[in-house]
């Protein structure tokens, strides 16, 4: 794949498509309300008694279909996306139903907040053969504990807060730690936060651990899975610019491997015993610093150690696999137009994800960036098939809003391995086909060096709608073109393209 010939087909596309829509719009973000609503109680006891402002007492309610053609994340796994084969059922259409209530108080030096959640999935071919009643894909019993935490600071009169329990945490652009709030479970961690802040830097340093979901048995994070960090940010460094810089460990011990492991499949299966440790820095222009131009660069470097991945039925030669020594990187490039003077806003964006591989799965080191805890949809493809790891990917976004309350966005991707001595990891970090050994070439996804690294190409239209203060629509339509390596991958067996397509209802009450 000519990676640059591509890009410019991809430009020339988009803006086409741009010119003939009269404008269209990049990175996608949903459309405010058109006026800021706290939600019916907020509304009502705010209005009865001014003192009730320091409570939040909401429910968000999202209703989503999805449907996913021949890459639908079936019981044939993402081992199989795009093929033909008779066995393969790669087709899903599923609803998923969420309610997360939440109470919450915020005083001058006391805040506290307890938010719920209730996920369904109805009609979803996920993983139920499997591990039925185990994990059941985006859902996790009638209600569970999202969130639960008390904060105890105050920025303006003291440097130094804390944040302890169960929570989010949101970090730059949620390309490394993010709350996943696109998947119907979302992701949380039992975590202690203390946030140092003055004039010159602000650091935010914790520990805790991620909360696996487990069905009707409720969530908790697994003590020998710890994962730490401290993230600084720097606001008198440029006036122009934000500065901050990170670095992330997570230590998992190699009794995390259980006798349940094997029938839990990913991504809620516990991960391999390593030591990790994220290096980056992360520079981002502030809103209109440079006049319509806007930018973004974030490097990641990773060194430590991680585990050989077995088998899923290896429990045993799990808990003995010998580590090996890592060394892994990333970087993100982004460079965005924003057409000011124009009433719909349209902005052109062009962003490069480079994900390190393995350029040698026989000697004795790990090359593959780990991609932690991230939201990877908002990256690489709504389709989610791709992850960070040993991938790279080329996306041009088109972004516009016709109304204040109305978005649409036209995105295209180039997608491509790193190393093909490597495998290509699903959205999860799962490698494709890694506990079959006994294909053959054509026969399904593996390590083949003569393959072409060329994955494919994605193209997404998202469109979004506020309808009122309370409801947003959300529609989105996507088409994924194979490339060389899915076409060489599957040639015995067959393949064909995937298309997705999902439309979303959210109510904020």
Same mark, same amino acid.
């Given at each position: #794949?000519?990676?640059? +010939?591509?890009?410019?087909?991809?430009?020339?596309?988009?803006?086409?498509?741009?010119?003939?829509?009269?404008? *269209?719009?990049?990175?996608?973000?949903?459309?405010? @309300?058109?006026?800021?609503?706290?939600?019916?109680?907020?509304? &009502?006891?705010?209005?009865?008694?001014?003192? #009730?402002?320091?409570?939040?007492?909401?429910?968000?309610?999202?209703?989503?279909?999805? !449907? &996913?053609?021949?890459?639908?994340?079936?019981?044939?796994?993402? =081992?199989?996306?795009?093929?033909?084969?008779?066995?393969d059922d790669n087709d899903n259409a599923?609803?998923?139903?969420?309610? #997360?209530?939440?109470?919450?108080?915020?005083?001058?030096?006391?805040?506290?907040?307890?938010?719920?959640?209730?996920?369904?999935?109805?009609?979803?071919?996920? !993983?139920?053969?499997?591990?039925?009643? &185990?994990?059941?894909?985006?859902?996790?019993?009638?209600?569970?504990? %999202?969130?639960?935490?008390?904060?105890?600071?105050?920025?303006?009169?003291?440097?130094?807060? *804390?944040?302890?329990? +169960?929570?989010?945490?949101?970090?730059?652009?949620?390309?490394?730690?993010?709350?996943?709030?696109?998947?119907?479970?979302?992701?949380?961690?039992?975590?202690?936060?203390?946030?140092?802040?003055?004039?010159?830097?602000?650091?935010?340093?914790?520990?805790?651990?991620?909360?696996? =979901?487990?069905?009707?048995?409720?969530?908790?994070?697994? /003590?020998?899975?710890?994962?730490?960090?401290?993230?600084?940010?720097?606001?008198?460094?440029?006036?122009?610019?934000?500065?901050?810089? !990170?670095?992330?460990?997570?230590?998992?011990?190699?009794?995390?491997?259980?006798?349940?492991?094997?029938?839990? $499949?990913? @991504?809620?299966?516990?991960?391999? @015993?390593?030591?990790?440790?994220?290096w980056g820095l992360r520079l981002k222009?502030?809103?209109?610093?440079?006049?319509?131009?806007?930018?973004?660069?974030?490097?990641?470097?990773?060194?430590?150690?991680?585990?050989?991945?077995?088998?899923?039925?290896?429990?045993?030669?799990? +808990?003995t696999a010998p580590r090996l020594d890592?060394?892994?990187?990333?970087?993100?490039?982004?460079?965005?137009?924003?057409?000011?003077?124009?009433?719909?806003?349209?902005?052109?964006?062009?962003? !490069?994800?480079?994900?390190?591989?393995?350029? =040698?799965?026989?000697?004795?080191? /790990?090359?593959?960036?780990?991609?932690?805890?991230?939201?990877? %949809?908002?990256?690489?493809?709504? #389709?989610?098939? /791709?992850?960070?790891?040993?991938?790279?990917?080329?996306?041009?976004?088109?972004?516009? &809003?016709?109304? $204040?309350?109305?978005?649409?966005?036209?995105?295209? %991707?180039?997608?491509?391995?790193?190393?093909?001595?490597?495998?290509?990891?699903?959205?999860?970090?799962?490698? +494709?086909?890694?506990?079959?050994?006994?294909?053959?070439?054509? /026969?399904?996804?593996?390590? =083949?060096?003569?393959?072409?690294?060329?994955?494919?190409?994605?193209?997404?239209?998202?469109?979004?709608?506020?309808?009122?203060?309370?409801?947003?629509?959300?529609?989105?339509?996507?088409?994924?073109?194979?490339?060389?390596?899915?076409?060489?991958?599957?040639?015995?067996?067959?393949?064909?393209?995937?298309?997705?397509?999902?439309?979303?209802?959210?109510?904020?009450?």
């Amino acid at each position: #794949m000519n990676i640059a +010939r591509t890009c410019q087909q991809l430009a020339l596309t988009a803006l086409l498509g741009a010119s003939a829509a009269t404008g *269209l719009h990049a990175q996608y973000a949903p459309p405010p @309300p058109p006026r800021p609503f706290p939600g019916f109680i907020n509304e &009502k006891l705010r209005a009865t008694d001014v003192y #009730m402002s320091a409570w939040d007492i909401a429910v968000n309610l999202r209703g989503r279909y999805e !449907y &996913k053609n021949n890459a639908g994340f079936t019981d044939a796994g993402s =081992n199989w996306d795009f093929s033909t084969r008779p066995q393969d059922d790669n087709d899903n259409a599923y609803y998923l139903l969420r309610a #997360m209530p939440r109470v919450a108080y915020t005083g001058k030096w006391f805040a506290a907040t307890v938010e719920g959640r209730s996920s369904y999935s109805i009609g979803d071919e996920r !993983y139920l053969a499997t591990a039925p009643g &185990k994990a059941l894909a985006e859902r996790d019993g009638p209600i569970d504990l %999202h969130q639960a935490f008390v904060f105890i600071g105050n920025h303006k009169e003291f440097p130094v807060s *804390l944040k302890l329990g +169960r929570q989010e945490l949101v970090y730059g652009d949620q390309r490394l730690v993010g709350h996943f709030r696109w998947n119907n479970n979302a992701r949380t961690f039992d975590a202690l936060k203390v946030r140092w802040q003055n004039a010159i830097f602000g650091v935010d340093v914790f520990t805790g651990g991620v909360v696996y =979901n487990d069905h009707n048995n409720g969530n908790d994070f697994n /003590s020998q899975d710890l994962f730490s960090g401290a993230y600084f940010n720097f606001p008198t460094v440029s006036t122009k610019d934000i500065v901050e810089a !990170y670095v992330f460990a997570r230590n998992t011990a190699r009794g995390i491997v259980t006798d349940d492991w094997s029938g839990v $499949p990913a @991504p809620f299966r516990f991960p391999a @015993p390593q030591d990790l440790y994220t290096w980056g820095l992360r520079l981002k222009s502030k809103p209109a610093a440079y006049d319509a131009w806007d930018y973004g660069i974030e490097l990641m470097y990773q060194t430590g150690n991680k585990a050989t991945v077995f088998p899923a039925t290896a429990v045993a030669a799990a +808990r003995t696999a010998p580590r090996l020594d890592h060394s892994a990187y990333a970087g993100i490039l982004q460079l965005g137009y924003t057409w000011t003077e124009h009433a719909w806003q349209p902005r052109l964006a062009l962003i !490069y994800s480079h994900g390190s591989g393995d350029d =040698n799965a026989a000697d004795a080191k /790990s090359q593959t960036f780990q991609n932690l805890f991230p939201t990877n %949809h908002l990256f690489y493809g709504y #389709m989610d098939l /791709s992850s960070l790891q040993n991938t790279q990917d080329l996306r041009l976004a088109y972004t516009f &809003k016709p109304k $204040p309350t109305l978005s649409v966005a036209l995105e295209g %991707h180039v997608q491509q391995l790193t190393e093909t001595t490597d495998y290509w990891y699903n959205v999860a970090g799962v490698p +494709r086909n890694f506990t079959t050994t006994a294909v053959g070439s054509g /026969s399904g996804y593996r390590i =083949n060096p003569s393959y072409d690294a060329g994955l494919g190409y994605e193209a997404d239209l998202v469109v979004g709608y506020s309808v009122t203060h309370y409801a947003q629509l959300e529609l989105g339509l996507s088409h994924y073109f194979r490339g060389d390596y899915i076409k060489q991958s599957l040639r015995t067996v067959g393949s064909r393209d995937a298309s997705y397509a999902y439309f979303q209802l959210t109510l904020n009450l």
